[in-house]
């Protein structure tokens, strides 16, 4: 059984952890960039766009979703995936204040 000491970790770094886990495929950023590229709501072309079975980018939607890192409605038997923008500028603040932090250390660098 695997233990984790998310305890040892303030909640930024831990939330960072959890979003980039949800970045950690290929298939996601793929989601991810088709959803920015059309910036509208998508749903059944998926499947055409990324040529994987439709069980396999519901799976990716899933993971997607429940970081908030995308929104959908569901409208009969159609669901609607689009990026959830207050989410997005959140993660954005996020990686943004990590990278900030770097300040090059010119030729003393390891």
Same mark, same amino acid.
């Given at each position: 059984?695997? #233990?984790?000491k998310?305890?040892l970790? +303030? =909640? #930024? $770094?831990? *939330?960072?952890?959890t979003v ?10 793929a989601? #991810?960039?088709?959803?920015l @590229?059309?910036?509208?709501? /998508? =749903?059944?072309? &998926? #499947?055409? *766009? &990324?040529? &994987?079975? $439709?069980?396999?980018?519901? $799976?990716?939607?899933?993971?997607? @979703? ?7 409605? /569901? *409208? ?7 990026? =959830?923008?207050? %989410?997005? *500028?959140?993660? %954005?603040?996020? &990686?943004?204040?990590?990278? +900030?932090?770097?300040?090059?250390c010119?030729d003393n660098?390891?």
């Amino acid at each position: 059984m695997r #233990v984790t000491k998310k305890n040892l970790f +303030d =909640n #930024v $770094q831990n *939330e960072l952890a959890t979003v980039s886990k949800a970045f950690a495929h290929p298939a996601r950023i793929a989601i #991810v960039q088709h959803l920015l @590229k059309t910036n509208a709501c /998508i =749903n059944g072309d &998926l #499947v055409a *766009e &990324l040529g &994987l079975a $439709q069980a396999t980018i519901s $799976q990716h939607l899933r993971e997607l @979703k429940d970081v908030g890192i995308i929104q959908g409605s /569901i *409208e009969g038997t159609s669901v609607s995936y689009c990026i =959830n923008p207050l %989410r997005w *500028e959140e993660i %954005r603040n996020m &990686l943004n204040q990590l990278f +900030d932090q770097f300040t090059s250390c010119g030729d003393n660098c390891c």
